[in-house]
């Protein structure tokens, strides 16, 4: 008899979902976000993307928890398995291979050149840069596919905020940095140095994304999740009620 029972309890333990086998993630979330990117994430943990990742979750009940770092620390811990994903990746052949993506976007960013109106470029796009053209970037951000062949001729400054690269423009310590379009309008408000800093000519276009990691067996139901979630708000009007109130 008591051998029976043991059985069926194995049996029974057999058929219970495990972590790698769950169709469905869990109810609660924990990701890395970038804390130098408005107005899509800040250092005190707001802005758009925070708005619409949490909106979608919260349509499929699960709830977010974002540890708020630089964005290459939050890469590494999304590498590592150390969260389970990362706000505002470019999705491109450089993530591709590191992280899980889903198919919805969080939304479509572009990307310029600026440069300090006392040291005006010379060139008319970004192949045109005289080669050992000092350009500052942010350590650890994706400047799009071309970027690699582009930046075999430039010098790189990596820092790690968007009011350092301004800083060095500002100082003519580099020729031109590359900034999110929307980002560098409000930094630039914020310092007060509209009149000289100014746009240049485009970087790239970006498709942003919250990547999840490789190492979280919840990774695959988590973007279908969000990716159904994001598309539920788009339906609804939610998703560009967000947009809008961004002043995206």
């Not at 029976?4 to 769950?22: D, E, H």
């Not at 928890?65 to 999304?78: G, I, K, W």
């Not at 470029?121 to 799009?144: D, F, H, T």
Request: proline letters at 4%; aromatic letters at 8%; glycine letters at 6%.
């Amino acid at each position: 008899m008591r051998s029976g029972i043991i059985a069926v309890l194995i049996c029974f333990l057999c058929i219970l979902p495990t972590k790698s086998t769950r169709a469905t993630p869990q109810n609660k979330v924990l990701l890395a976000a970038e804390d130098s990117w408005p107005p899509f994430a800040d250092r005190t943990g707001q802005g758009l993307s925070h708005q619409l990742i949490a909106a979608a979750f919260s349509i499929e009940h699960i709830q977010v928890e974002s540890l708020v770092v630089p964005y290459s620390r939050a890469l590494m811990m999304a590498r590592k398995g150390q969260v389970q994903g990362v706000f505002n990746v470019t999705r491109e052949r450089s993530t591709e291979a590191g992280f899980l993506f889903g198919e919805e976007p969080l939304f479509i960013a572009n990307a310029s050149f600026y440069y300090n109106k006392n040291r005006p470029l010379s060139a008319q796009n970004k192949w045109q840069l005289p080669r050992g053209s000092v350009v500052g970037v942010i350590k650890g951000y994706e400047y799009g596919d071309e970027f690699a062949k582009l930046s075999k001729q430039l010098q790189l400054v990596q820092v790690a905020s968007q009011e350092q690269l301004l800083n060095l423009l500002l100082l003519n310590r580099i020729d031109a940095a590359i900034m999110f379009d929307k980002v560098a309008e409000g930094v630039i408000k914020r310092m007060g140095v509209k009149e000289e800093i100014l746009p240049a000519f485009p970087n790239h276009q970006s498709r942003i994304f919250l990547a999840f990691s490789l190492q979280d067996a919840d990774s695959p139901a988590l973007a279908k999740a969000l990716d159904k979630g994001l598309r539920q708000m788009k339906q609804s009007g939610q998703y560009q009620q967000i947009i809008n109130n961004g002043r995206f």
